[in-house]
C-alpha cells in the first residue's frame, strides 16, 4: 500500500471516530502500522501530528475558524490583498475572450501534462503556453479517468503526454516560497471566474462557507451556485476549493475526496503563509 493511502485511511478513520478521541495507538492499529511509523509517516505527510491534525477536525474547531475568518473575503476585497497572513500579494488579471472562444474547448492549444508526486498523493498537471490549466488528483488511484476528464474539459485541445515539460512546475508547486507568482489559464463562465477568484482571495488557515461567497459576490440568495462553481474549479490545490465548508463547519464536498481535503487544511495549517500567489488568465464567454 503507498504512503498517501495508509495516510488517507487513518484520516477516515480519524473523522469516523474523532468524537472518541483515539490515541495513537488505536489510529496506528487501524491502517496496519505501529504508532512510532504512523507518527512519522503522518507528520511528513500532513505536516502536523495525528494528534494535532485530531484537533482541526472537530467541528467546534471549524466553527471558530468560521467565526474568526468571518471577514476575510471582506478585508480582501478593500485592500486586493487575501489578508494579513498572507506575505506575498495576490496578482490576478483575467483576459477576455469571446463567446466563440470559450466554446472552442481549447481549439488551437497544445497541453502538455503529466503525472507528479504530491504530499497528498500523485497529481495531473496540465500546461499550456498561457499558464496552468489543470492540477487534479486521481480518486480510487484511477489515472484514466484523471486524463480523461482533462481531454473533455479542453476537448478542442492538442494534447502531450510530457512529464519532463511540466516536472520543473510541479516542483514549485508545493513549496512554501515561490519564485514569482503562478500563471492559471481557466476556461469558465464568467460567473465561474469570479467565484474561483473569490476563492484566490482566503489565506491559508481560513475557511469561509458557500453563503459567505455568495455575499462577497453581491449574490447572497445563490450559495447552491456559488457551490456548483466552486466544485467545477479545474485547478486544485491552487486555487483553493479546499478552504470552503458547510454552514454549520462540515469539511464535506470535495471533488477529489472529503480525506484529502482534511489533508490539505492540516498541510496549510502547519505552514504559513500560502505557497504562492498566481495570476489568472481566463477564457470565458462574454
Known amino acids: 500500500m503507498r504512503d498517501y ?3 488517507e485511511r487513518a484520516i477516515h478513520f480519524l473523522e469516523d471516530h474523532f468524537d472518541r478521541q483515539p490515541d495513537l495507538a488505536q489510529v496506528a492499529r487501524a491502517v496496519g502500522l505501529s504508532s512510532f511509523h504512523l507518527q512519522r509517516l503522518f507528520s511528513r505527510w500532513v505536516g502536523i501530528s495525528p494528534k494535532r491534525f485530531l484537533q482541526f477536525l472537530t467541528k467546534e474547531h471549524a466553527k ?3 467565526d474568526r475568518s468571518r471577514s476575510v473575503l471582506d478585508a480582501a ?12 500579494d495576490l496578482f490576478v488579471s483575467c483576459e477576455a475572450v469571446t463567446p466563440g472562444e470559450y466554446k472552442s474547448r481549447g481549439e488551437g492549444l497544445t497541453i502538455r501534462y503529466g503525472f507528479h508526486p504530491s504530499p497528498f498523493g500523485d497529481c495531473l498537471l496540465g500546461v499550456t503556453e498561457r499558464g496552468i490549466c489543470w492540477l487534479a488528483f486521481p480518486t480510487n488511484g484511477d489515472r484514466t479517468e484523471t486524463i480523461e476528464a482533462l481531454h473533455d474539459e479542453w476537448r478542442g485541445a492538442s494534447f502531450a503526454r510530457s512529464p519532463s515539460a511540466t516536472r520543473t512546475l510541479a516542483n514549485r508547486l508545493f513549496t512554501i516560497s515561490g519564485s514569482g507568482p503562478l500563471h492559471l489559464f481557466l476556461r469558465g ?5 469570479k467565484v474561483w477568484e473569490a476563492l484566490l482571495r482566503i489565506p491559508p488557515g481560513a475557511v469561509v462557507t458557500y453563503q459567505d461567497l455568495a455575499r462577497r459576490l453581491g449574490r ?3 450559495a447552491r451556485a456559488v457551490g456548483r462553481a466552486v466544485g467545477q474549479n479545474p485547478i486544485s490545490f491552487l486555487i483553493p476549493c479546499h478552504r470552503v465548508l458547510g454552514k454549520g463547519g462540515e469539511l464535506t464536498g470535495y471533488r477529489w475526496g472529503v480525506a484529502r481535503k482534511k489533508a490539505i487544511l492540516g498541510w496549510e495549517w502547519a505552514r504559513q503563509p500560502a505557497p504562492h500567489p498566481c495570476r489568472i488568465s481566463s477564457t470565458s464567454p462574454s
Do not use: K, V
Not at 476585497?77 to 506575498?88: A, F, I, K, N, Q
Not at 463562465?189 to 471566474?193: L, P, V
Open 220 to 222: 447572497p440568495q445563490a
Open 64 to 66: 471558530r475558524l468560521l
Open 77 to 88: 476585497g478593500e485592500t486586493g490583498l487575501s489578508g494579513p497572513s498572507r506575505l506575498h
Open 189 to 193: 463562465t464568467n460567473f465561474q471566474i
Open 5 to 7: 493511502d495508509r495516510i
